[in-house]
């Protein structure tokens, strides 16, 4: 029985055609219908359909279930899976790959839920990049969290892809999903409200289903009577045909009596006309859900195959139920499936969601929809449900959905499970909550070392625990419990993890560093390393060489013996010994090698789609390239880590890192203003405070408010920065220079006195390390404190010591300023030619302000010099600059987008704009263009 459109007004249409047209114009759209329940399963898939023409657009369609909302993934996979079995491998190909797991159960490893969803993002950008799509979803008020995530994750990027997302949902006060909300009322999203069907609109359905000659009585009870709702209308024509009134004024008494709450009484009666094993079929299907295939329909309603295509074929034919070309079965509304499903007994409906549980595990389902059917099951002391219910958790961890683990482990602590496995179940839930930042993992961890048999199962469990304590910010108590596991368990592999976790705290937690005194002094450095342990401890061996300012030459010897081929390099995959023994190098001044290190690192969580990893690597390589002169490099690196600053909850220390390279970076290059001081504090209201990073962000803030006329406000917390890098133990200038930082500002004051002990206590500690670039840092420093000839000698002194290192922007920044002190001390010749080579290492590192201040004094010497060329390479954004050189080494804007964790129009539009800046009109030819203005 053909239905009127759902989207009826002229002006709705047009805004859905308008949606269509710019996705085949590759930007997409979002529209939301938000509309009452009655618009029908097909309604805003048919009007896609109808205005996106199915030959030149790719439509993919899902319905969400009341019934199924636990299925994690499953409005996603009913979107994809029918055009992933006709297209096979192709859509996986780049960073898709990371979302295979989601439609094949013998895929995949424990991955971030930022893994899947950029995974998802670039399987609808490969499909698209072969035709433009629609996606559809509708009842997205019943699509399961994971997938409302997908369509939210989606939706921030969809202005790059040719797609058009289509919502259909209840009224926002009917939408419990956060996720939901935040779809719809996102500012790109248009939100449609479509009226009930007008009265007009009903009397043509009406006069074309029932008699062309229909009363006008007879079509405005209709109207009146179902309000409008497109699903209550069909319902009640269909009972006006079975009945055969007549369509007069007459019989419009009659029609007011079947108003919409007797529409659950006309399905069933309705099914109660056909055949007997059709209300069977439908009963099963009802359990089952959307999506049912017919043999396991036919099989939960214990019906041979003949029967069972019989009862399909008068369901249909009934317009009960619809059959895609999929094969895949579904109600024609939720208010159909409602009626069918709450007619069962309670206990008849639970019955048979255990038997379709145990009929599709049997049929080799995905566990986590065998779970979806026990999760409306009462516990019955089922050791094979809670088996089965610990496969679908173990299943989400892999999907990166650790809420749904919990919600299936504390359904199997309900059945309960027999009582020599309640230990381990207990710690799969708490290692879930803890992955999802839920509280309640330290009580369940707690429980389940209570009931642990013996020590082994106990250190485990400590080690779950003791991580779960340090997220929430408790190191004390995590090193307690540590402590204890270590002295229970014997030698072996899991005391080396034990202690390794322990010992690390003191690398992390600012708290828990001084509680590690005595571990961290017993720790003797290996000649070499044949274990986890031994590169365990030369880390530690190395860090705390930096951090006693002892020689650099040792530090980095350390260091390097730590680092291995094998080591995993993501901090939230075990990489912190990498990580950490990477970061000593890069202290020890070994910039090529803690490149290469990073370089790596990077590359690993590009391969993973680990936001965390990504994140964590870039923002200390930031930090290393700062620390070159590499500073469009360092700002492309910190932004890079900084805009994941949402998708790294719980492991976002390493980000002050990225703050503390943005910040500087942007000033050398003249682009610090009250924007960059707000980023500053917007990054301070979310930041962990216990981190040991976090330093870097005070310094960064600090040495900013002082740049843009704070002063007094930008020492005082140079010096807390200071106060707290001593509280942990740390001597070193070469994590953070802040005497250097407090000595500058104090002089800007005319706090001489103070000034000048701050710069002489680095500088002695730099002496004792020896680091060329640390020493330069301190020389420099110290002759600002002084005057006339002393200034000069320790200018020329600092620019000897940074001539033998890596870091080009210091020793630009000493040539500058030891030109200038030959300026004053009338030594015009040798000043122009320290103000020349500072001008032209300042260039060469993009730091415009630098550049500027050597340009105004090689013109008080008399020297008429050549400003430098605007046109060049260091004319690129920071961004444009990262993306032109991949793109020069031969990567697609594809491969570029899937590296750097953004939209392959966002590479374009770089790409688009350093063209134009460069003068180049191909790929071809940006290496030679990069080469020339190198």
């Not at 930022?114 to 499909?127: E, I, M, S, V």
């Not at 002169?629 to 002050?656: M, P």
């Not at 000069?792 to 080009?808: D, I, P, Q, Y």
Request: one cysteine or more; proline letters at 5%.
């Amino acid at each position: 029985m053909h239905a009127p459109q759902l989207l009826e007004r002229e002006e709705d249409l047009a805004e859905l055609e308008r949606a269509l047209a710019r996705a085949r114009a590759g930007t997409g759209q979002a529209i939301a219908v938000e509309g009452p329940g009655g618009i029908g399963k097909t309604s805003l898939l048919a009007a896609a359909r109808a205005h996106g023409r199915d030959a030149d657009m790719l439509v993919l369609h899902a319905r969400g279930s009341e019934l199924e909302r636990a299925f994690p993934f499953g409005v996603v996979r009913q979107l994809f899976e029918p055009t992933l079995a006709r297209t096979g491998e192709l859509p996986f190909a780049g960073a898709a790959h990371l979302a295979k797991p989601i439609f094949d159960v013998a895929e995949g490893s424990e991955e971030s839920s930022y893994a899947r969803l950029h995974g998802l993002y670039w399987l609808c950008a490969n499909l698209a990049a072969e035709q433009p799509l629609v996606v559809c979803v509708d009842d997205a008020q019943w699509a399961d969290e994971p997938s409302l995530s997908f369509l939210g994750f989606l939706l921030r990027r969809l202005e790059d892809l040719p797609v058009a997302l289509l919502v259909g949902t209840r009224p926002r006060a009917e939408q419990e999903s956060d996720v939901l909300r935040a779809l719809v009322t996102d500012p790109v999203t248009r939100v449609l409200r479509p009226t009930a069907l007008s009265g007009d609109a009903v009397r043509e359905w009406v006069r074309g289903a029932v008699d062309g000659q229909a009363a006008d009585g007879f079509c405005r009870a209709c109207h009146e009577t179902t309000g409008g709702n497109p699903f209550l209308v069909r319902e009640l024509l269909h009972e006006v045909v079975h009945k055969r009134l007549k369509a007069t004024d007459a019989e419009a008494a009659t029609v007011r009596a079947l108003g919409p709450e007797a529409i659950s009484t006309v399905v069933l009666q309705r099914l109660k006309r056909l055949p007997s094993s059709a209300p069977a079929m439908a009963q099963a299907i009802a359990i089952l859900g959307e999506g049912a295939r017919p043999t396991t329909a036919a099989q939960l309603a214990e019906l041979d195959p003949i029967t069972a295509e019989q009862a399909l074929d008068a369901l249909c034919r009934a317009d009960v139920l619809t059959r895609d070309e999929d094969d895949r079965l579904g109600f024609v509304h939720p208010i159909v499936l409602s009626a069918i499903y709450h007619d069962l007994p309670v206990h008849v409906r639970a019955q048979g969601h255990h038997r379709a549980a145990r009929l599709l595990a049997d049929r080799g389902a995905a566990p986590e929809e065998v779970a979806s059917h026990l999760a409306l099951t009462p516990p019955r002391e089922d050791a094979w449900a809670a088996e089965a219910l610990r496969a679908a958790a173990a299943r989400a961890l892999v999907l990166g959905d650790p809420a749904t683990a919990v919600a299936s482990l504390q359904r199997a602590l309900e059945e309960p499970p027999p009582p020599e496995a309640r230990a381990a179940v207990l710690t799969e839930l708490a290692r879930a909550e803890a992955q999802s930042g839920r509280p309640a993992a330290v009580e369940h961890f707690r429980a389940a070392m209570e009931l642990a048999s013996d020590a082994q199962q106990r250190g485990q469990i400590a080690l779950g625990l003791a991580r779960a304590l340090k997220f929430r910010g408790d190191s004390p108590d995590a090193i307690e419990v540590l402590r204890h596991a270590l002295a229970e368990v014997e030698p072996g592999p899991l005391a080396e993890e034990l202690e390794l976790e322990l010992v690390a705290s003191a690398y992390i937690s600012l708290a828990a560093r001084p509680l590690l005194a005595e571990e961290i002094a017993r720790i003797e450095a290996p000649d070499a390393p044949h274990t986890v342990l031994d590169r365990l401890h030369l880390m530690a061996s190395a860090f705390e060489t930096v951090i006693a300012a002892g020689p650099y030459e040792r530090s980095a010897e350390l260091a390097r013996l730590a680092l291995g081929p094998e080591q995993p390099t993501d901090v939230s995959a075990g990489g912190h010994v990498f990580i950490t023994a990477t970061t000593a190098l890069m202290f020890s001044e070994r910039y090529d090698e803690a490149e290469r290190a990073y370089d790596r690192a990077v590359s690993d969580a590009r391969r993973r789609g680990s936001s965390v990893g990504f994140a964590n690597a870039s923002s200390l390589r930031s930090l290393l390239h700062y620390r070159r002169g590499n500073l469009s490099e360092a700002e492309a690196d910190a932004t890079a880590a900084l805009d994941l600053r949402n998708d790294v909850q719980g492991s976002q220390g390493y980000l002050a890192c990225a703050l503390n390279a943005l910040v500087f970076a942007r000033l050398e290059r003249g682009e610090a203003d009250q924007e960059l001081l707000a980023l500053a504090e917007d990054f301070f209201a979310n930041q962990p405070t216990e981190d040991l990073p976090y330093s870097q962000a005070i310094h960064a803030r600090g040495w900013l408010k002082a740049r843009l006329g704070d002063a007094e406000g930008g020492l005082e917390e140079l010096l807390a920065c200071g106060e707290r890098e001593q509280r942990w133990g740390v001597g070193t200038p070469q994590i953070i220079a802040w005497r250097s930082s407090a000595a500058e500002v104090c002089l800007t004051l005319g706090r001489l006195e103070e000034g000048r002990a701050l710069a002489a206590e680095e500088l002695r500690l730099a002496r004792q390390i020896g680091a060329p670039r640390a020493i330069g840092v301190g020389l420099r420093v110290a002759a600002l404190a002084e005057a006339g000839e002393r200034r000069v000698e320790l200018l020329a002194e600092a620019v000897e010591a940074l001539e033998r290192s890596e870091a080009a922007l210091e020793l630009a920044r000493a040539q500058i300023d030891l030109g200038r002190a030959l300026v004053r001390a009338g030594r015009r010749e040798p000043a122009r030619e320290r103000l020349r080579a500072g001008q032209e290492g300042a260039f060469r590192c993009g730091a415009s302000l630098l550049v500027e201040r050597a340009h105004r004094e090689l013109l008080a010497t008399g020297a008429r010099p050549r400003r430098n060329a605007a046109a060049s390479r260091d004319e690129l954004t920071p961004s444009e600059r990262r993306v032109t050189q991949m793109a020069a080494e031969g990567l697609t804007n594809r491969e570029i987008a899937q590296s750097l964790f953004v939209t392959e129009k966002t590479v374009e539009t770089h790409l688009g704009r350093a063209f134009v800046k460069l003068g180049v009109r191909s790929r071809k030819q940006l290496a030679d263009a990069l080469a020339d203005v190198a």
